[in-house]
């Protein structure tokens, strides 16, 4: 098995669209959570979103969208797009660039393309919309390619000329890290050498509103309590979109380019609750699994685990389900490994979830500090005995684990060590 790691990292989110201004958001504990704009139209009593500062996607024609100058959409790429392919996109510009990468590294049968979203609702609805108002003749053809689950696919892969494996992963908040998970074992098998991995979502009133109906949102006005991961008054979850984009590389190509990396992938594990189609497992069994086999692939004791990044959206029933998962697996004492949910800054990203929380891992194993769980006031007793960490330290984490779970609890574990260890 080949060794994997992280060579290129590229981020558009709610607390930043450059590592410089993630790291010091979670440097700072700074979130990245604002009102509804007036564009959402009425949506109470749900009234906060991380939100994706400059870039203005509202309106339904992409000709229209507005974006950094510093990146370069060309016109026909901008109309087969949704919100979180313009996010992708440039993302994904990013981390080529970080990982130093020209397009004939990019384009090539040895590198391949992994992709998570949930599709984009937003165009979706125009175009269905536009076609019981007006014909079907007047969708625009590009509708399908820009609003299905594929679409960070179709439209990567042709913009960036992918010439190995591509496929998009679809298990709700656990696809980005399945996407990262069978890339690495893609890679670790010799069938490619390099793998791009983007995980992005809308963030919209579309894709972020609908959860409210099954009460999973918090309700909250108040930026400071609205996101606030194991404390005992969370109510919900801030929905949030963006893209995170990752370039893993074998061993031989980090040697051969002499590239600088954030982070090995060590392994991972994936189970399943086999319990219900919309709540975690009370006991966090399927979580429980998936930290073992992790831990199992690739021979490390859960008392070697410096830090985790917890899946821990903010919702009661989740928040404890693996409360109780890490209880199993690390034990309770001081002796086990920090713990916090940078969601609490971030908000939850949906299905880019496990990319952006792999990201900030690689990052935060890079720059030497351990992100800190923000907004708790008073700290959930199911917690006790777990070292859930409040403020950021300035410590490596040599070996760091992060959990993602999705509907049908379907859960994933990656574990990623620091390259100076």
């Known amino acids: 098995m080949k060794k994997v790691f992280i060579t290129g990292l590229g981020f558009i989110s709610s607390i930043g669209n450059s590592q410089s201004q993630v790291l010091n958001s979670l440097q700072e504990l700074r979130h990245g959570f604002e009102p509804f704009p007036p564009s959402f139209g009425d949506c109470k009593p749900v009234r ?35 919100p979180h392919v313009l996010y992708a996109s440039v993302a994904v510009q990013d981390a080529i660039l970080d990982a130093n990468l020209d397009a004939a590294a990019v384009s090539n049968s040895r590198t391949g393309l992994y992709t998570a979203s949930a599709g984009s609702p937003y165009i979706q ?3 269905l919309s536009l076609m019981d108002k007006k014909g079907v003749m007047r969708c625009s053809p590009y509708g399908v390619v820009a609003s299905t689950v594929g679409t960070l696919t179709f439209n990567l892969g042709a913009s960036l000329k992918i010439l190995g494996a591509s496929c998009g992963m679809a298990s709700a908040c656990a696809s980005s890290a399945h996407a990262l998970g069978f890339a690495y074992d893609a890679i670790a098998l010799g069938r490619q050498d390099r793998i791009l991995v983007v995980g992005a979502e809308d963030g919209n009133r579309e894709s972020i ?41 074998s061993e031989e190509l980090v040697k051969q380019r002499q590239s600088n990396a954030y982070a090995q992938i060590l392994g991972w594990g994936q189970a399943s609750d086999g319990y219900s189609p919309a709540m975690s497992h009370p006991e966090g069994a399927g979580l429980v699994r998936s930290m073992q086999s992790a831990l199992d692939s690739c021979g490390v004791a859960p008392s070697e685990i410096n830090y985790v990044n917890a899946h821990a959206t903010s919702t009661y029933v989740g928040d404890l389900s693996e409360l109780e ?44 500090m351990t992100p800190g769980s923000a907004h708790i006031k008073e700290l959930d007793p199911a917690a006790d005995g777990l070292n859930i960490c409040r403020s950021t330290a300035q410590n490596e984490p040599k070996l760091a684990l992060s959990n993602s779970s999705g509907f049908g609890g379907s859960n994933v574990s990656l574990i990623f060590k620091s390259c100076r260890a």
């Open 325 to 368: 998962a890490l209880k199993t697996v690390f034990g309770v004492g001081q002796s086990g490994p920090l713990i916090s949910s940078t969601k609490a800054l971030t908000g939850h990203a949906l299905s880019m979830a496990g990319a952006l929380e792999a990201g900030i891992c690689s990052l935060s194993i890079s720059e030497r």
């Open 125 to 127: 609805h125009n175009q």
């Open 209 to 249: 509103v609908p959860f409210a109906g099954m009460r999973a949102l918090s309700v909250s006005d108040d930026p400071e309590k609205a996101s606030c991961p194991f404390d005992t008054a969370r109510s919900g979850f801030v929905g949030t979109g963006g893209a995170c984009a990752l370039v893993l590389e």
């Open 48 to 82: 906060l979103y991380g939100a994706i500062k400059d870039f203005d996607t509202r309106s339904v024609d992409p000709e229209d969208w507005t974006y950094p100058e510093r990146f370069e959409i060309p016109r026909m790429q901008l109309r087969t797009m949704s």
